[in-house]
């Protein structure tokens, strides 16, 4: 079946470090993919999306690149700020389209001053 | 735009007992709504499917006499959780996805329940 796997957190950086989380999936044919960001006390909020090989999302400074070839994900941001401290999960829709959510196991990171 | 509210977002009851959760799409109706199960330091877990005046589809392995999950209106969906037992204790999330075309899904904030 399909599914989602992610670094092991926490991630902790300073201010202005470069941030990278890493995501790779399984699944059949050509899914959707997702990251999610969870703020302290807030639900999931949509970062940014893919749903098509090589395509880029980006949202916030945020980036991923759709890489069909190693089935991966990868989260990146050149600058990270402490308001970016929160919960990421990368997240698939299989392509049946269901608009089931597979998720991965969250990476929290952690921003210092 | 897109909010999705949960309530309680904390509740703490006695084993044996039943507890109701609301979702609810404050400004967009859902046709579709999911439940999410959330335990500590793990990913969420799909429990269920609900559409709008249908019955809810489970996930294989989640009970569904145990998680009764009502979807009456293109606003509203409930979860409850019947005689709870302190296993069923964890963050249960909700998110809604609208009419349009999109697949996107706006989660509410979730709700901590504690089963003592």
């Known amino acids: 079946g399909n599914s989602v796997t992610q670094m092991e957190g926490p991630v902790t950086l300073s201010e202005e470090a470069f941030l990278t989380i890493n995501c790779t999936y399984t699944?059949?044919?050509?899914?959707?993919l997702f990251w999610y960001v969870q703020y302290p006390g807030e639900g999931l909020q949509l970062l940014l999306k893919a749903t098509k090989a090589d395509d880029k999302g980006s949202n916030k400074g945020f980036e991923a690149t759709y890489r069909k070839e190693t089935t991966s994900f990868h989260l990146e941001k050149g600058s990270v700020q402490v308001s970016d401290s929160a919960v990421y999960f990368c997240a698939l829709i299989g392509s049946s389209n269901t608009g089931k959510l597979i998720f991965g196991q969250g990476t929290t990171l952690q921003v210092k001053p | 735009g897109a909010v999705v509210s949960q309530h309680p977002s904390r509740v703490i009851c006695k084993s044996g007992t039943s507890v109701k959760i609301e979702c609810r799409s404050l400004?967009?109706?859902?046709?579709?709504m999911f439940w999410y199960r959330q335990f500590p330091k793990k990913s969420l877990m799909l429990m269920a499917t609900?559409?709008?005046?249908?019955?809810?589809?489970?996930e294989q392995g989640v009970e569904k006499d145990k998680f009764l999950i009502n979807h009456a209106s293109l606003t509203l969906s409930t979860l409850t959780v019947t005689s709870a037992h302190p296993e069923d204790s964890s963050f249960y999330i909700c998110?809604?996805?609208?009419?349009?075309?999109?697949?996107?899904?706006?989660f509410g904030p979730g709700t901590r329940l504690t089963v003592l």
């Open positions: 998110s809604a996805q609208g009419t349009g075309g999109s697949n996107e899904q706006f």
């Open positions: 609900s559409n709008e005046g249908s019955k809810a589809t489970y």
């Open positions: 400004d967009f109706q859902a046709t579709t």
């Open positions: 699944a059949t044919g050509y899914p959707s």
